[in-house]
């Protein structure tokens, strides 16, 4: 790994991302440049349909830019294939999606499990006990997501993005469509692992509040990005 990899283990060089529609070519992200460094927690900020989310995407590997480049701990996502991306995120990436993404067919166990399992990990079971205790669900391991409740679904979700302990962990919109109690929980159960395990935290928020706790606020405005780089308020989590 070279030494500035190690300084930033993301690193973001004039990326854009393009669509075709029957209107011609929509620019969605344009010429996007930013770095993160290890263990930083980093919230994207904007109006809806400003870019986040695809942001996100990109970052993590799920869709590909049009032009520019993202290297994730030393790897360029560009000169990876589908294969090789999806290699990487299972090795060195965690992703909290807004709408769970849980399996129905399997447990909350099961459900923690698969990423380490697909990442040939000997410990997986043990691994996902762990976190589901962590995230208060031990007495629900054998249950199945249609006998979750939606906060009981985002917990079983934040322990899969960690399990494995991933370097980096995307999340989009954590605690949205939750109330108030289980959007608190999360919130809360976000900082501390991040803080615990060093994990790099990126995520994606309407919430100011939310936004406020991390190290660094990013706000998309017109496919273009600005940097806020003081939020209003530093809130330790331990």
Request: hydrophobic content about 40%; some cysteine; aromatic content about 4%.
């Amino acid at each position: 790994m070279s030494a500035l990899s190690q300084l930033n283990i993301i690193q973001v060089k004039e990326l854009t991302k393009s669509v075709n529609t029957l209107d011609g070519d929509l620019t969605i992200l344009s010429d996007i440049t930013f770095n993160v460094k290890p263990g930083e927690s980093v919230a994207i900020v904007g109006a809806s349909g400003s870019g986040k989310s695809t942001l996100l995407s990109l970052l993590a590997g799920l869709d590909v830019a049009s032009s520019g480049s993202i290297t994730l701990d030393g790897d360029a996502l560009e000169q990876l294939d589908e294969e090789g991306r999806a290699a990487l995120r299972a090795q060195k990436v965690g992703f909290v999606f807004q709408s769970f993404m849980l399996v129905q067919s399997l447990s909350a166990l099961e459900n923690v499990m698969l990423p380490a399992e697909l990442a040939n990990q000997s410990d997986a079971k043990e691994q996902a006990l762990a976190l589901l205790e962590k995230v208060g669900l031990s007495h629900r391991v054998e249950h199945y997501p249609s006998q979750l409740s939606g906060g009981e679904q985002q917990r079983v979700a934040i322990a899969r993005a960690f399990i494995g302990t991933p370097q980096i962990l995307f999340a989009d919109e954590p605690s949205a469509n939750l109330d108030s109690k289980n959007g608190k929980m999360i919130e809360e159960l976000l900082f501390e692992l991040n803080q615990q395990q060093g994990t790099t935290l990126v995520l994606v928020t309407h919430d100011e509040a939310l936004a406020q706790r991390c190290d660094r606020i990013l706000h998309i405005e017109g496919g273009s990005l600005t940097e806020l780089s003081e939020p209003k308020e530093q809130v330790n989590v331990g």
